[in-house]
Structures are given as C-alpha cells and as structure tokens.
C-alpha cells in the first residue's frame, strides 16, 4: 500500500479549497435568494453542476421562494448521498439509490429498538449532524419532507434534461410501505401560538427608537394583523403592493363615528393565489400607524418593505429573508422572556386565527383576512380555542 504523499495532499486541499471559492462565486449571482452563510455552506456540498443548474433555473425566471427550496434540498441531498455512499449524487440517479433514501429517511422507530440496522445508519446520521443538517437523532423523517425532497430531486433531475425513476413502481411501493411504517404524531410548524397577549409582549421587547426596533415593531404587527402572513409574504412585501383606502369607521355600526386609517395589501402571488390574484387583506388602525412609522423612519418609497439592518443601524438594500424574519421573531422572543424554542414564524398565522376565535369573529371572516382556502385546516385554530374556552371539558370540576 503506498502512503499518501504530503504535496499531493496540499495540493489536493489547495484545489478543493479554489473549487469551493469558485462555486460561492458563481453563487453570488444568487444573492437575492441564498443567505451570504447560506451561500457558502452550500459551496462545500455542492458540484459545479449543481451550481450551473440552479444559475439556470434563476435565468428561466422560477420563483425565489422555490429556488430557495430547491438549493435547499439539493444541498441536503449532496450531503447525504456523501454520507451514505462516498459519491456525489449521481444523474439520474438508480431506483436503488432513491429507495435507499426512503429507507434512510422512513422507518419504523419500534423496530430499530430491536434492530439497530434498521433506518439510517448511525454513520449517516452522525455525518448529517455534523453538517447541521439534522436535529433530532435517532428519528424518522415526517412524510412530506422526504416527498418533498424527492420531489425537488425529480425536478432537478428533468431540468439537466435525463429521465429518472422516480414513478418507478418499486419506489412508489416502498414510500407506502415506509410511510405506513414510520407513523408518528404530527407537530405543529409552531408548537405555541402568537395570540394578542404574546403580540404585546413582543412589542413590548421592541419599543425602543432603534431603526431596528421600528422595522420588528412594524414587522411583527403587519404579519399578525394582516391575518397571519406566512413568513415568505413578509418578506416578499413590496411597497408598490400597499394601496392607501378611505378611513374606515372605528365602530362599524356608527358610520359617523371615529374614523380609522386604513391600507390593503395586494397580495398577488402566494402559497395559495396566483401572481395575477387580486386577493388583498387590508390593515387597519394601530398597525397602519406603525407600518407607515417604519416606511417614513428608513426612508422606503419602494421596492422591498422590510430590510435588513446593519449593526451600526444603517438601512440595507436587500430584502429581508423568510429566514430572518423567523429568527427576529425568535429573538424578540427570548427578550420577553420567553422561551424562543416554542415559537415560529408560523405562530403569527396560528396565533391570528386562535384570537379571532377567541373573540368569537365567525370564521369565513377571519378565513377572508388569513386567505385560508382549507375550512378544515383554519377550524382547527378555532377548534382548539373553543375547547379550552367551552363547556365540553368542564362538566366535573
């Protein structure tokens, strides 16, 4: 057996680390979607074709969100077939190689008791962990995250133009198979909801005169008030999307009365409208007050609303990403006190319908202001409410 050679390995070390800077470099034409982090975490996993076909898909014009999503989980995918089989992912990739990744990813968690070989291997699973890219050890996978990787691999795969196998009858067999196996109780995407008690205690923690106190203020109410926008909307919000309405009656019933500012937000494409939508949800009183504070204090007459903020509070250019607003709300948080862990981004949409439900407002109200299409998953909020609030549960106490 020959021994490694101390040149070669420098030199090896020396092409891998100008292989790594070249692919963050072409990444950096990604900068509106990936994180700079983001960006070079991703250059240590990815290939140089990998990188060409996500530079391709941004020039076809898909969305961020799902350009986001796709590098996301072709850099997961990378990582694992690293770890699994010592090789980059192959294209196409064999069936073997895709129900491998089923049976990493979906297994029965009682049977690995007895099996230790069962799942993913601990080798796998220790390698992922390293990379940050798994949390829980020793856990199987929920359904639709393995879908959806395999769907962002099978999207992938036809854009470099090869056919793959993923309707292939086996793979199709072993993901019911596995799914069946691998029951587990669904968590929420926010273990906690933000309901108006924990709205005022976020503010609370934001109420300084920092520009970035003004931008979380102005952030956080517009998320909830807008009936609970998803991450992604917030910090797709664009200026040109707010529409200045007529004020509107602070009591509906007396039309003469007090009278309230009142903005709509076109909200054009989202998870569940179309770019050509003309859904809108609109704002009113309070919240309208704070946003249009921001917008004056930054200096924002266009373009993206909610932005980034250096650490000597100067306004940046860029568009704040779905991740950053999470991690604000997170951070707002831990500073009232709370317990960061229990709370997403999320908890702003859960949070806006469990209030509305509270305060007895019929839910295809509420659903008109949340753009819930699903009645049964926006009932769920209220359902929960209306448990914890009604007679059901108390009749022994």
Known sequence: MTKDHPALNRRNASSTATSVARRAEALDALDSVLPFDRRDFLAGLLTDDDVATLRHLAKEGIGENSLRALASDLGYLEAWSLAATGQPLPWPAPEALLIKFVAHHLWDFSKRETDPAHGMPDAVMAALMAEGLLRVKNGPHAPSTVRRRLSSWSTLTKWRGVVGKF?????????????????????????????????SALLKACAGDRLVD????????????????????????????????????????????????????????????????????????????VLKDWLKRAGV???????????????????????????????????????????????????????TARRGIPLPEAMQQSQHRSVQQASNYYNDAERTLGRAARVII
Do not use: M
């Open 167 to 199: 309707n292939a009858p086996g793979l199709q067999s072993a993901i019911k198979l596995a799914v069946r196996a691998s029951v587990r109780p669904r968590g929420r995407k926010s273990k906690k909801a933000v309901t108006a008690d924990v709205l």
């Open 214 to 289: 003004v931008r979380d203020r102005a952030l956080l109410i517009t998320a909830f008030a807008s009936g609970g926008r998803r991450r992604s909307e917030i910090s797709a919000l664009r200026v040109e999307q707010l529409v200045e309405e007529e004020p509107v009656p602070a009591d509906p019933r007396n039309s003469d009365g007090e009278k309230l500012p009142c903005l709509s937000i076109r909200l054009g494409r989202t998870k569940t409208t179309q770019a050509d939508s003309d859904a809108f949800v609109l704002l009113v009183g309070r919240p309208v007050l």
């Open 301 to 355: 007459t266009e373009g993206a609303v909610f932005r980034g903020v250096d650490r000597w509070g100067n306004l940046e250019k860029r568009a704040l990403t779905p991740q950053a607003v999470n991690l604000i709300l997170k951070r707002r948080v831990a500073e009232a006190g709370l317990d960061p862990q229990a709370f997403s981004a999320h908890g702003l949409r859960s949070g806006y319908l469990t209030e």
